[in-house]
Nanobody, 123 residues
C-alpha cells in the first residue's frame, strides 16, 4: 500500500524558516510529479510547488523566491524549504504524488495525498 508521510510543520515567527519533508513508501513502479499543496481555514486547497521527474519546478506566485522544492529520487522523498515566512502562509500543507504502481498485468497511475502537516506563522 502506497503511503505519503509528511513531517516538519510547526509554529514559527514571521520571517522565519521551516522545512517540510514527504517520503513515499510502499510498492511502487515509478513516481512522476510530486508537489505540495496547502489549505488555509475557509479556503480552497491550492498549489504551492511542483517538481517533475526531470527536476522541472513550478511555484505559486505567492511563494516564488521564498520557497524551494527539491527531491531525491533514490529516497522517494521531496522537501519544501520555506524561508521568509509570512502570516498568510499559515495553512495545512499536503504532499501530493502521481505514482505508477504495478497491477499485473498492467501499470496503474493514481494520485496520492499525505495526511497534512500544520504550518502556523505568527505575525
Amino acid at each position: 500500500q502506497v503511503q505519503l508521510v509528511e513531517s516538519g510543520g510547526g509554529l514559527v515567527q514571521a520571517g522565519g524558516s521551516l522545512r517540510l519533508s514527504c517520503a513515499v513508501s510502499g510498492s511502487i513502479f515509478s513516481i512522476n510529479a510530486m508537489g505540495w499543496y496547502r489549505q488555509a481555514p475557509g479556503k480552497q486547497r491550492e498549489l504551492v510547488a511542483l517538481i517533475a521527474t526531470g527536476e522541472r519546478t513550478t511555484y505559486a506566485d505567492s511563494v516564488k523566491g521564498r520557497f524551494t522544492i527539491s527531491r531525491d529520487n533514490a529516497k522517494n522523498t521531496i522537501w519544501l524549504q520555506m524561508n521568509s515566512l509570512k502570516h498568510e502562509d499559515t495553512a495545512v500543507y499536503f504532499c501530493n504524488a502521481l505514482i505508477t504502481t504495478r497491477k499485473v498485468p498492467r501499470l496503474e497511475v493514481n494520485n496520492y495525498w499525505g495526511q497534512g502537516t500544520q504550518v502556523a506563522v505568527s505575525s
